[in-house]
């Protein structure tokens, strides 16, 4: 018999349950180091706010930042395991253990209702806090800043994130002088570049990394974690109803979303990851893997974003090259503002991780471009390089009449494979130089950047 349940959401009191986090320091960062929650990590603050070199005056900024921790973008896995548990609970095939957590699914798609997509509270302070720390590297420099440029794609999250930083500086003292601009759905090329780049749409419908991700699903690694983990919520006779194919449970968007025992537990592991994003003291409790199991199941999202928008695979580089258009605008920039030929201070742009990531990868830093024909044999993480509110900040610094950059990842001073000086800084020029050198295999003259962009 086919099992077609559709969605349903329930109000229900909301569920306090505080939940610590174990952290460690390494370098200049807070490292979490309990739960492997890939893309959906929220954001880790350094440790101390690493401050600019002495003696350098910092006359520019351009910014590229990732909005900030969210919930799910859409109703998914979380409505869909309320399907398949709800009917459970029906047919009384939960344990006690499972009627607790159908009353954690519950709380989740309360809290996320009518807020798909959009920044959770800590996403906000995420952009707040990370304004008010740059303030704090050169307070003169926006107290003097007669403008700043914030750029934002068409997606709330991503304008929330930005009124978040500027709220920030805002309480710093420092003026509202905001220049914004909110690029159009479909027509983006800057910040959303992978939705109108042809040949990139043709690579990711390939999706020529599947068969990595079928093979560590169907592996009995995951397998083990089935088996340790569901019977704890589900009788023996619920979970062995998904041996016929005909069983499935429907997501929010009447989407097929659960078909197997796998398919549960990946549901699950979807929802642990989510909760993150919300304060403590209004989490869903989920905390139903250890931390080696959350390891294991980070590596599917691993794959996907190793491919999609990272490194990808020896010898191509379709995966990050479309966001040339966003590498030349951002040069540009900082050459323009070394020419005093700019009327702004500040280039902030508020985007998403397929904006960060190409761009990351493109520059190769801290030599992030490594590629690989199977991201399992490599230590990659896609919350090193992807997390909520990932950035990367350009510094115009000057001394002596010349001028530098300093380019930051995740606020702290980062390397690009060329020389730099004692204080690692670049030479502007140099910079320049291996952005062209970056651009010139494409053979690319003008600044029409929709149009660079089509041919990618």
Known sequence: MIKYLKSTFL?????????????????????????????????????????????????????????????????????????????????????????KLLEEVKELTMLQFGRYGRLTQLGRQEHFDMAKRLYQL?????????????????????????????????????QDNWEKYDFEKGNDPLLRFHKITPK???????????????????????????????????????????????????????????????????ALYECFKISFAIPENQRPDFMIFTHEQTKLLAKVGDIETFYEKGPGFPKRNTSYSNSIGLLMDLTNQLKLASENKLDYQGYFNFAHAETTLPLLV????????????????????????AMMATNITWMLLEKKEKQFIQIRFNEIPATLPIKSNKEGLYALEDYVQYVESLVKPFQISDTNYKEIVSHF
């Open 362 to 385: 493109y520059l190769n830093l801290n030599n992030a471009n490594k590629k690989s024909n199977n991201v399992l044999h490599i230590d990659w993480s896609a919350s090193d390089y």
């Open 11 to 99: 109000v229900i009191l909301v569920l306090f349950s505080p939940i610590a986090c174990q952290k460690v320091e390494n370098s200049s960062r807070v490292v979490e180091v309990k739960w492997h929650l890939g893309s959906k990590q929220n954001y880790i603050t350094p440790i101390e706010n690493v401050e600019l070199p002495e003696d350098y005056n910092l006359s520019f900024i351009a910014h590229v930042a990732r909005h900030g921790s969210r919930f799910m973008s859409s109703p998914n896995e979380d409505i869909a395991l309320f399907n398949l548990m709800n009917d459970a609970n029906h047919k009384q095939q939960l344990t006690e253990a499972g009627q």
């Open 138 to 174: 050169d307070s003169a420099f926006f107290k003097s800043s007669n403008k700043l440029v914030g750029n934002a794609t068409y997606k709330s999250r991503a304008q929330n994130s930005r009124a978040s930083f500027i709220r920030g500086l805002k309480a710093e003292g420092v």
């Open 200 to 266: 990139y749409k043709a690579y990711k419908d390939s999706a020529a990394w599947l068969n990595q991700i079928n093979d560590i699903v169907n592996s009995d690694q995951y397998r083990k974690i089935a088996t340790s983990v569901l019977p704890r919520y589900f009788k023996k006779e619920f979970l062995e109803q998904f041996e016929n194919d005909d069983v499935f449970y429907l997501n929010g968007n009447d989407e097929k979303a659960i078909s197997s025992q796998m398919d549960i537990v990946l």
